[in-house]
């Protein structure tokens, strides 16, 4: 498709809300160009929030036995430097049951209204890759390894932050679980990325180039298939090659792990463009369903199916 409209989203009030006659190229530029805007934002409001933590920090937190066994990172959307949403942010605490008590009323009286999952992980005891959430509570095992291996530091001991960052890469090495449960979640996202389907309802429509997001009826356009897939794709590929000190960035992740394949990079920031155009436009004005072009659709969800190739996942 050499004519096409930019972002290929039009909503049905604006016929004429982006601008038409750019090429395919000239769109890529584009995407590219709001990806490095959006992760100069993401950066400055992760650093205005350090600097916010270690300001508010009161003397009894600045003793050696709580500084020396505790980190306390930014994960999630925020560490990839992609929540254009402003949505919750989500932390990591390494430490003790006692110190996390203390440090989670801290966090709270930081960011108010703004914070989300709070996932504590004791250093000492206990898998680093396991999921473990205030929030999510369940019976099942889940694995994220890359949550923390890409957490952007915000507060307590830099050293004891890296060795768990390696700690990370050796659980993933030495327990075949965490793998195994990586790919079972992959494949669940390869379905949805084939269908437009979830286990609850109709996500995306790519015969038609149709978006559905209303997360009120757990509709989330497309964020629990082609988007999931390409961040857990290029993930995995990561830990099977056992590099921890990789940009916690989606793309820089894949222009350093699958060199020239422009096309996956091309694909992704299409997607992530236009999961945050259908949100943002839910979010303002409640529309749920977005008409888009059914080629960039297929093009999105055939790259991300491509990544899950790469990633050795059939």
Same mark, same amino acid.
Not at 55 to 84: C, K, W, Y
Not at 148 to 155: A, E, N
Not at 196 to 206: A, H, K, L, S, Y
Not at 213 to 231: D, T, V
């Given at each position: 498709?050499?004519?096409? %409209?930019?972002?290929?989203?039009?909503?049905?009030?604006?016929?004429?809300?982006?601008?038409?006659?750019? %090429?395919?190229?000239?769109?890529? =530029?584009?995407?590219?160009?709001?990806?490095?805007?959006?992760?100069?934002?993401?950066?400055?409001?992760?650093?205005?929030?350090?600097?916010?933590?270690?300001?508010? %920090?009161?003397?009894?937190?600045?003793?050696?036995?709580?500084?020396?066994?505790?980190?306390?990172?930014?994960?999630?959307?925020?560490?990839?430097? =992609?929540?254009?949403?402003?949505?919750?942010?989500?932390?990591?605490?390494?430490?003790?049951?006692?110190?996390?008590?203390?440090?989670?009323?801290?966090?709270?009286? $930081?960011?108010?209204?703004?914070?989300?999952?709070?996932?504590?992980?004791?250093?000492?005891?206990?898998?680093?890759?396991?999921?473990?959430?205030?929030?999510?509570?369940?019976?099942?095992?889940?694995?994220?390894?890359?949550?923390?291996?890409?957490?952007?530091?915000?507060?307590?001991?830099?050293?004891?932050?890296?060795?768990?960052?390696? &700690?990370?890469?050796?659980?993933?090495?030495?327990?075949?679980?965490?793998?195994?449960?990586?790919?079972?979640?992959?494949? =669940?996202?390869?379905?949805?990325?084939?269908?437009?389907?979830?286990?609850?309802?109709?996500?995306?429509?790519? =015969?038609?180039? $149709?978006?559905?997001?209303?997360?009120?009826?757990?509709?989330?356009?497309?964020?629990?298939?082609?988007? &999931?897939?390409?961040?857990?794709?290029?993930?995995?590929?990561?830990?099977?090659?056992?590099?921890?000190?990789?940009?916690?960035?989606?793309?820089?992740?894949?222009?350093?792990?699958?060199?020239?394949?422009?096309?996956?990079?091309?694909?992704?920031?299409?997607?992530?463009?236009?999961?945050?155009?259908?949100?943002?436009?839910?979010?303002?004005?409640?529309?749920?369903?977005?008409?888009?072009?059914?080629?960039?659709?297929?093009?999105?969800?055939?790259?991300?199916?491509?990544?899950?190739?790469?990633?050795?996942?059939?």
């Amino acid at each position: 498709v050499n004519n096409i %409209t930019i972002f290929f989203y039009s909503p049905p009030e604006r016929e004429d809300f982006f601008m038409e006659n750019f %090429t395919r190229q000239q769109i890529y =530029e584009c995407r590219k160009f709001n990806y490095k805007n959006l992760e100069n934002d993401s950066r400055q409001r992760l650093d205005s929030l350090k600097n916010l933590i270690n300001i508010s %920090t009161t003397p009894e937190l600045f003793q050696s036995q709580i500084m020396e066994s505790t980190v306390i990172v930014a994960v999630g959307s925020d560490s990839r430097h =992609e929540n254009f949403r402003r949505s919750p942010l989500e932390f990591i605490v390494l430490t003790n049951k006692e110190f996390y008590l203390i440090l989670k009323e801290k966090l709270t009286k $930081i960011v108010t209204n703004n914070i989300g999952d709070i996932e504590v992980k004791n250093p000492n005891l206990g898998l680093l890759s396991e999921f473990s959430s205030d929030i999510k509570k369940g019976s099942h095992k889940s694995f994220w390894p890359i949550r923390l291996l890409d957490g952007y530091f915000l507060w307590g001991n830099s050293e004891l932050f890296q060795s768990s960052r390696f &700690r990370i890469l050796n659980e993933y090495r030495t327990r075949p679980e965490i793998r195994k449960n990586m790919i079972e979640r992959i494949k =669940e996202e390869i379905a949805v990325t084939r269908s437009g389907i979830t286990r609850r309802t109709t996500q995306f429509n790519r =015969e038609e180039g $149709i978006i559905f997001y209303n997360p009120k009826y757990n509709s989330y356009g497309l964020k629990y298939g082609p988007l &999931r897939l390409f961040q857990e794709s290029i993930q995995l590929i990561q830990l099977d090659t056992g590099i921890s000190d990789l940009s916690p960035r989606t793309i820089d992740k894949m222009q350093y792990l699958l060199r020239n394949d422009n096309e996956i990079q091309e694909g992704y920031l299409a997607c992530l463009d236009l999961y945050s155009t259908t949100a943002c436009v839910q979010n303002d004005r409640n529309i749920t369903r977005h008409k888009i072009d059914k080629e960039e659709l297929d093009f999105i969800c055939e790259q991300a199916l491509s990544i899950a190739r790469l990633a050795r996942i059939k």
